[in-house]
């Protein structure tokens, strides 16, 4: 790894925290199901269906998926109705009132973007969707952060 390099746990925080986030905004104010299983990982309104394919599925990427979600929770970026841990199961996960307004921002760094004024979680959707390369999603990930130690 070179001195700029981003570690790939880092690089694949950033994935999930961009997908993490572009669903809840996309599906606010419904808590979303999210569970992980050996195909990948699965997302659902309900909790009695197994629900669609999320996110990538390598094994690296799909055994980060829960340290990610768990460090998102403990931040209070979102927030899970589970009491415990659930063994790659994450029931009832919302944004929590700092998560939905760092997504309702548009962050000065990007703000200046050729006069863009679409809100952090349009725009993290709008990546995840095209399947944005990782500089970008990136560069979200620091928005998001970086405006929130503010």
Same mark, same amino acid.
């Given at each position: ?7 790939? %746990? ?12 572009? +669903? ?26 197994? %629900?669609?394919?999320? %996110? ?31 063994? %790659? ?8 009132? +700092? ?52």
């Amino acid at each position: 790894m070179t001195k700029l390099d981003v570690p790939r %746990g880092v690089q694949s925080f950033n994935l999930w925290a961009a997908w993490i986030a572009a +669903r809840l905004w996309e599906e606010f104010p419904h808590p979303q199901f999210f569970s992980v299983h050996r195909d990948g990982v699965h997302v659902s309104r309900d909790f009695r269906v197994l %629900g669609e394919s999320f %996110g990538p599925t390598d094994r690296e990427s799909v055994e980060d998926f829960a340290p990610s979600m768990n460090w998102l929770i403990s931040e209070h970026y979102l927030r899970s109705g589970r009491s415990g841990p659930l063994d %790659g199961h994450f029931p009832l996960v919302e944004l929590t009132e +700092r998560g939905f307004s760092i997504l309702s921002e548009v962050p000065t760094s990007i703000a200046s973007e050729e006069g863009s004024t679409k809100p952090l979680g349009t725009r993290m959707s709008e990546a995840v969707v095209s399947q944005a390369p990782q500089l970008v999603l990136s560069q979200l990930i620091k928005s998001l952060f970086g405006h929130a130690s503010k």
